[in-house]
């Protein structure tokens, strides 16, 4: 096979099925004129192609629309059990995109909710910031249950504040409570 | 009526309208199955399947296409995955055993007695189902270049290189089989 013949030879099958622009079907006949090993490949695929196209036509069935129906109406049957009412299959397909959309927003609000922290009570603010002034070191859920009285009493008892005025300032504004010390 | 009229009357769930499209389309998607599987049987199962999944996806189709080409992209799906699960399961029925099973009055059996036409016959078997497939399309039920790309979703110019390559596969497997093919000297 020439250099030549490798460049037609891809296009043979297309050649013979008339599906090349008329300007490369002419210069295909122009080689298969002169080639006779392209002829005789041409040829060849010819002839397949004549036998396969010549391949009598099966019969059809009999009844085949009978028994495709009946395989219709026994699949919306069974549909039609389980839902307790006639639905095409393929309507499903919009309800699914609904139902999981509400999945999607359900679950991604929950996540939003979750991770979302909640703003410190004025009483979480005055205890925390006791604690920073003081070097008391008090576990956050012994924290929680205290108020922010029993929180002073718990550094005053422990002898530990260092910052007793600032203390003082703080419980007055919030509470109205004014220590022995700043009375 | 129109295919595109009538799969919108089987949209809305006229039985009518899909026994229509049925009698227009039957004859080829039969033809398809029994190309693909060599069995009168099968291809009648086959074919009832392919238009139970018609019915079931008609939501789906898209009414400015070709009812014909999705049709058929249905039922060549449906016929190589299930000569794929035959292959699994090793319950392929080899040619010479569907050919014994077969009708002998059927026209189709009676055109095996032509010894090239039965080397061509035994030759398309032993393809892929993917290369079977498209000298199928092409060569037996003589679909266009453009319907085929349509029915595998692919360029016009991967349809040509993807026939020319099964042709080349099919003549091959008919050269290693017998030397008349090889010995060719035009017809």
Known sequence: ?183 | MEDADLARLCQKGDMGAFEELFNKHQKQVFHISYRMTNNREDASDLTQEIFLRAYQKIGKFDSRSSFSTWLYKLAVNLCIDELRKRKKSANVLPLEEALANADPDTPENLAILNDRERQVWEALDSLKEKERVIIILKDIEGLSYDEIAKVFKCSLGRVKSRIHEARQKLKSVLEKKDELWTDFEGV
């Open chain 1, 1 to 183: 096979m020439t250099l030549k013949c490798s460049y037609f030879y891809k296009s043979l099958s297309t050649y013979l099925d008339g599906e090349l622009d008329p300007q490369e079907h002419e210069r295909i006949e122009k080689h298969i004129a002169h080639c006779s090993k392209c002829r005789d490949e041409v040829e060849r695929l010819k002839e397949i192609m004549g036998i396969l196209k010549g391949m009598p036509a099966p019969e059809l069935p009999t009844q085949l629309w009978e028994l495709t129906r009946r395989r219709v109406e026994t699949a919306s049957e069974k549909t039609s059990r389980e839902w307790g009412f006639r639905i095409p299959k393929w309507s499903f397909a919009p309800v699914g995109v609904v139902v999981f959309a509400l999945l999607v927003l359900l679950v991604g609000s929950q996540i939003f909710y979750k991770t979302e922290i909640a703003p410190p009570t004025v009483d979480t603010f005055i205890q925390e910031h006791i604690l920073s002034s003081s070097d008391r070191i008090m576990p956050p859920d012994l924290l929680s249950e205290l108020t922010v009285a029993q929180t002073v009493q718990v550094i005053e008892d422990t002898g530990s504040n260092k910052n007793t005025s600032e203390l003082d300032m703080l419980m007055e504004v919030h509470y109205g409570i004014i220590s022995e010390n700043g009375s």
